[in-house]
T-cell receptor
Framework: GQNIDQPTEMTATEGAIVQINCTYQ??????LFWYQQHAGEAPTFLSY??LDGLEEKGRFSSFLSRSKGYSYLLLKELQMKDSASYLC??????????WGAGTKLIIKP | ETGVTQTPRHLVMGMTNKKSLKCEQH?????MYWYKQSAKKPLELMFV???????ENNSVPSRFSPECPNSSHLFLHLHTLQPEDSALYLC??????????????FGPGTRLTVT
């Protein structure tokens, strides 16, 4: 079966750096997405990786290793507004998105 | 209006009721999706429409019935639901479902409670 694993919850301090990991086993691979979802709101797109390496976008970066079936989302200079759930999703060989259960990130002052 | 909108935002219904969820996208996209989001579980894809044609139905019970009258509107008709159907129902759209690089744009969801 297809599976996406990510930690259920993480806690970090304002101003610090946090890394949220995602591992996947899917039938084929056509890209990996990270989304942010604040409580009670719509998921919003953060990043897309299809080739190995690091993609940087402001305070957020996303890394992909296809050979290891592994990605991480790196958040720098954490702000209180970064408290949210972070969803990892992989597009499989049929171009269907397979989703992880999300990582709830709690930022403390 | 911009982006993807959903109505109602909250819905409480009995198991014998019939109700409909509405989704509208103002992005000019050709693909629309219904997802179910339950607490601490991955998003579950329910239905996919491309150019108004249904292309995915992930073994969803017949008590959920989708309708896509045009590329901008998507409905989910509900009847004789069960308490376990209580969840957040999210609508999303994308330019086309078959391209790997396109992200999906989500609406704010309808919080459904079945009593």
């Amino acid at each position: 079966g297809q599976n996406i694993d990510q930690p259920t919850e993480m806690t970090a301090t304002e101003g610090a750096i946090v890394q949220i990991n995602c591992t996947y086993q899917t039938s084929g691979f056509n890209g990996l997405f990270w989304y942010q979802q604040h409580a009670g709101e719509a998921p919003t797109f953060l990043s897309y990786n299809v080739l190995d390496g690091l993609e940087e976008k402001g305070r957020f970066s996303s890394f992909l290793s296809r050979s290891k079936g592994y990605s991480y989302l790196l958040l720098k200079e954490l702000q209180m507004k970064d408290s949210a759930s972070y969803l990892c999703a992989v597009r499989d060989q049929n171009y269907q998105l397979i989703w992880g259960a999300g990582t709830k990130l709690i930022i403390k002052p | 209006e911009t982006g993807v909108t959903q109505t109602p935002r909250h819905l409480v219904m009995g198991m014998t009721n019939k109700k409909s969820l509405k989704c509208e996208q103002h992005l000019g996209h050709n693909a629309m999706y219904w997802y179910k989001q339950s607490a601490k579980k991955p998003l579950e894809l329910m239905f996919v429409y491309n150019f108004k044609e249904q292309t995915e139905n992930n073994s969803v019970p017949s008590r959920f019935s989708p309708e896509c009258p045009n590329s901008s509107h998507l409905f989910l008709h509900l009847h004789t639901l069960q308490p376990e159907d209580s969840a957040l129902y999210l609508c999303a759209s994308s330019p086309f479902s078959g391209d790997s690089s396109y992200e999906q744009y989500f609406g704010p969801g309808t919080r459904l409670t079945v009593t």
